[in-house]
T-cell receptor, first 109, second 121 residues
Framework: SYDLTQPPSVSVSPGQTARITCSGDTLPEHYAHWYQQRPGQAPILVIYKDTERPSGIPERFSGSSSGTTVTLTISGVQAEDEADYYCQSTDINDSHYVVFGGGTKLTVL | QVTLRESGPALVQPTQTLTLTCTFS??????????VSWIRQPPGKALEWLALIDWDEDKFYSTSLKSRLTISMDTSKNQVVLTVTNMDPVDTATYFC?????????????WGQGTVISVSS
């Protein structure tokens, strides 16, 4: 089991909006970050501190937070967005300890 | 340009100790706020955080693996080393190192490409 809960899979058609949720008791207290991982590649940071987008990440990637749930939204999904997405935060009791969600497979139909 | 590169033996026998090296460039681990972490991913499974070392040489370990892990740094060589004792086939995974800047994104903003470690006799 994971301290952060993600749906195993999300499917959308090209051009639609994909929403991937991540839930956990630590999230009201600590920031969440999102990573994209394509097959055979290392993860890439796509959202940090709940809502911030690193330079070079397309504007269609956005993040939001509400209570114990954070959401990664991909607007106008493209075929290249098909990947695994992981949320990450820190332990509810000690911010030095890192926790990952179980990952969500985004399929572009 | 910030880069990290993992190295280690591709194959380890059960009960042996694994030593992994993360060689980085483009930043100093002695700079306030800088951290390097090890994260692993078994085949077809999720990311699992293992350990973190910060600019002050403070060390933090996964609770479930703490007894088997040791993280250290050699700033003269720009390296972070992770040892994992008593390796088991369930430890077969891709092992990544990644940078975190606590006074920046506070997330793992740069990752190495990973090194695949298999545990088998």
């Amino acid at each position: 089991s994971y301290d952060l809960t993600q749906p195993p899979s999300v499917s959308v058609s090209p051009g639609q909006t994909a929403r991937i949720t991540c839930s956990g008791d630590t999230l009201p207290e600590h920031y969440a970050h999102w990573y994209q991982q394509r097959p055979g590649q290392a993860p890439i940071l796509v959202i940090y501190k709940d809502t911030e987008r690193p330079s070079g990440i397309p504007e269609r990637f956005s993040g939001s937070s509400s209570g114990t749930t954070v959401t990664l939204t991909i607007s106008g999904v493209q075929a290249e967005d098909e990947a695994d997405y992981y949320c990450q935060s820190t332990d509810i009791n000690d911010s030095h300890y890192v926790v990952f969600g179980g990952g969500t497979k985004l399929t572009v139909l | 340009q910030v880069t990290l590169r993992e190295s280690g033996p591709a194959l380890v026998q059960p009960t042996q100790t694994l030593t992994l090296t993360c060689t980085f460039s483009g930043f100093s681990l002695k700079t306030s706020g800088m951290c390097v972490s090890w994260i692993r991913q078994p085949p077809g499974k999720a990311l699992e955080w293992l350990a973190l070392i910060d600019w002050d040489e403070d060390k933090f370990y996964s609770t479930s693996l703490k007894s088997r892990l040791t993280i250290s740094m050699d700033t003269s060589k720009n390296q972070v080393v992770l040892t994992v004792t008593n390796m088991d086939p369930v430890d077969t995974a891709t092992y990544f190192c990644a940078r975190m800047t606590t006074n920046g994104p506070a997330a793992f903003d740069i990752w190495g490409q990973g090194t695949v470690i298999s545990v088998s006799s």
